[in-house]
């Protein structure tokens, strides 16, 4: 613990940036990638399997508040786990977010590359991604103040861009087209659709990893959090609907740039304001490609500042005070995963990523419940032990229709998790790790 109080981060974030963070690590998930989920649902298919993950979310982000507000550390769910189940249960959290956090950013830097391609078809989509990824390194290393006032701003562009979007398509909307061939895989098809459904909201945990840089945690973190998913679930279910009902919905299934192509459908492909549509829409996906490198830089920083990874990794600008170390490697990771890989495979296995840190999340709160380790002061879950549940029963469903219906990506996820663990117990790490 002395260690802890010498590699400390600045507490400078109030509840306006921990909910333009919640909404800036997530909000790129309503510009593109849900799309993928009418290739195996349809409409009404990922409709349903979206309903069942916002449940999932809420019920979840409600549960997660109370365990970000008892432990408020960067390492947020490694940080839980461990003390919950020792090192190994801080393993699995931080080898899940990590997964998450560093193979979302690569499928939303194609996402960046292609809208930019949209605009100006010369532009190479992975030369932009890369571009990308050296740019909003630099400005997450500049700061945690200074990025989150830039979260802050793009945040709303981003959400003012999502609304003239909804004014300009919704009154073209017809149900012919949203409720034509609408499920055409049946039942089976929302479980197939499940990890698209989870990439409206995928990430939104990152705010945990802030909460070590947040004033007043117990109380502006629960005030951004709950706002963040409240906002977030009327953007997703609003934009998914009325993108289905534009058009026939199978030309926008397969593509990374949905909501322009959706726009230049209705007003027309030369129009100007489909192309506004596109560039402002980069915003969105900023927003969350710079969110989501601050967060899978806190888990790299704590997971190294607990000797769960090489002690370097959580050194500290002398000048920023910022884990720049953690942030140069994960985004050398990032680039090396954008040559490896399809948007959808990335989104899957993030989404795997995920789902594993959801359920360790919620047994290590039920574990700490009983174990006291809440305080007076902490936020508590309503209707616990019931939205707890929810979130863990819905996490387990999800998880195994993922694997289910995509056993390569799954077998890749646990390979790649019991090498982690060999050398993690090779290593001697599971002796020494902090339990408390």
């Not at 019920?59 to 507000?69: I, R």
């Not at 997964?99 to 996402?111: D, K, S």
């Not at 909003?136 to 945040?155: M, W």
């Not at 790299?300 to 002690?311: H, Q, V, Y």
Request: proline content about 5%; hydrophobic content about 55%; overall charge positive.
């Amino acid at each position: 613990m002395n260690n802890k109080k010498q590699v400390a981060l600045k507490r400078v974030l109030g509840p306006v940036h921990i909910w333009a963070i919640a909404v800036g690590l997530v909000i790129s998930g309503e510009y593109f990638g849900w799309n993928y989920g009418w290739n195996v649902a349809g409409t009404v298919g990922m409709l349903w399997a979206t309903a069942i993950v916002t449940v999932l979310y809420i019920t979840f982000v409600f549960s997660f508040t109370e365990l970000t507000t008892s432990i408020p550390e960067a390492g947020g769910p490694f940080a839980y786990a461990q003390k919950a189940f020792g090192p190994i249960g801080g393993l699995i959290a931080g080898y899940g977010t990590l997964i998450e956090f560093l193979l979302a950013t690569p499928a939303i830097a194609y996402a960046l590359g292609s809208y930019l391609q949209f605009l100006y078809p010369s532009i190479n989509v992975l030369y932009a991604a890369i571009a990308f990824y050296i740019l909003f390194t630099g400005i997450n290393l500049i700061g945690i103040k200074e990025s989150a006032v830039f979260t802050l701003i793009i945040t709303l562009l981003a959400i003012a861009e999502l609304l003239a979007y909804i004014g300009f398509v919704a009154p073209h909307f017809k149900m012919h087209f949203f409720f034509e061939n609408s499920m055409p895989y049946g039942w089976k098809g929302i479980f197939a659709a499940l990890p698209f459904a989870i990439w409206f909201y995928l990430a939104i945990e990152g705010v945990a990893m802030v909460a070590e840089e947040t004033k007043q945690p117990e109380k502006n973190i629960p005030r951004g959090y709950i706002a963040g998913i409240f906002t977030l679930s009327v953007l997703a279910l609003t934009v998914m609907i009325v993108t289905g009902g534009i058009t026939d919905w199978k030309q926008l299934a397969n593509i990374d740039y949905p909501l322009p192509q959706a726009t230049s459908i209705v007003l027309g492909q030369q129009s100007s304001i489909a192309k506004l549509f596109a560039g402002i829409g980069l915003f969105g996906l900023i927003a969350s490609f710079h969110s989501i490198i601050t967060g899978y830089s806190r888990q790299i920083f704590a997971l190294s500042r607990d000797k769960f990874l090489p002690r370097f990794l959580s050194q500290i600008h002398p000048r920023f005070k910022t884990p720049h170390i953690a942030l140069y490697v994960g985004a050398v990771i990032g680039i090396i995963s954008l040559y490896t890989g399809t948007t959808d495979k990335l989104i899957i296995l993030s989404a795997l990523g995920a789902l594993s840190m959801y359920i360790i999340s919620m047994l290590s709160l039920f574990k700490l419940r009983m174990k006291g380790f809440s305080s007076a002061q902490t936020f508590k879950v309503p209707f616990y032990p019931i939205f707890p549940a929810i979130a863990l029963i819905l996490s387990v469903i999800c998880l195994a229709a993922i694997v289910y219906y995509n056993p390569g990506l799954g077998l890749l996820f646990l390979s790649a998790f019991l090498l982690v663990l060999i050398g993690f117990l090779l290593a001697g790490k599971h002796k020494t790790g902090n339990v408390q």
